[in-house]
């Protein structure tokens, strides 16, 4: 099926291990982006990519790095697990980054950092 | 900065009700995004739009530029409903969504 799939959908980690939170698309789409969720507040961006070998960081960078050396894939490395870091994760794309197109979401990565 | 804002934070409907969700933002969002998030987790782009009204079933959305404030309406109202409903504006010097903090609903049978 068309869309975005993410994997793991649930995670724990110990307070300083890493982790790599996959993200890929089968939609050709140029524009990819992460996102934490967190109770009580919107989705913030973390990294976002225009295209392949292109990244860019968001509103909330910090402890996360990420690549993109396919169109296919835009996976989020977690370098150093904090319990801040504690959140569900989205990764969507877009066709273009543009006001207009829409975006599709992955279901969603729960993370647990103890 | 630019920022989006909801209302109501939570609503409780009864089956059939019109409902109406809230969205205000500041300078510099050039487009809204409504999206829908279900119960389950995932999440749905329902419209885009810079201007005017869009229908798709029995959700409207509406958006006024001028005043800087966008609405999506419910009509007919279904259990099937009850999600997160969360406006995101396009804008910003990185051209991105900003969200809105969404919108609880509940529809009761």
């Known amino acids: 099926n068309a869309g975005v799939t993410q994997t793991p959908k649930f995670q724990v980690l110990k307070t300083g291990q890493s982790m790599t939170l996959q993200c890929a698309q089968d939609?050709?789409?140029?524009?990819m982006s992460w996102y934490r969720q967190d109770p009580g507040m919107g989705l913030r961006l973390i990294h976002y990519?225009?295209?392949?070998?292109?990244?860019d960081q968001g509103e909330v960078p910090n402890g996360y790095n990420v690549s993109r050396s396919t169109t296919e894939d835009f996976p989020l490395r977690l370098l150093s697990a904090a319990p801040s870091q504690t959140s569900v994760y989205f990764c969507?794309?877009?066709?273009?980054?543009?006001?207009?197109?829409?975006?599709?979401f992955g279901s969603g990565t729960r993370l647990t950092v103890v | 900065k630019n920022e989006v804002e909801q209302s109501p934070q939570n609503l409780t409907a009864q089956e059939g009700e019109f409902i109406t969700i809230n969205c205000s933002y500041s300078?510099?969002?050039?487009?809204l995004h409504w999206l829908q998030q279900h119960p389950g987790g995932g999440i749905v782009s329902l419209f885009m739009l810079s201007s005017g009204k869009k229908k798709h079933g029995r959700l409207i959305a509406t958006i006024n530029i001028q005043e800087k404030h966008s609405s999506l309406h419910i009509t007919a109202s279904h259990p099937r409903d009850s999600a997160v409903y969360i406006c995101a504006g396009y804008g910003g010097s990185q051209g991105n969504l900003i969200f809105g903090k969404g919108t609880k609903l509940s529809v009761k049978p």
């Open positions: 990519s225009v295209g392949a070998g292109i990244t």
């Open positions: 969507a794309s877009s066709v273009f980054q543009g006001p207009l197109y829409g975006y599709t």
């Open positions: 300078v510099g969002i050039s487009a």
């Open positions: 939609m050709n789409h140029e524009y």
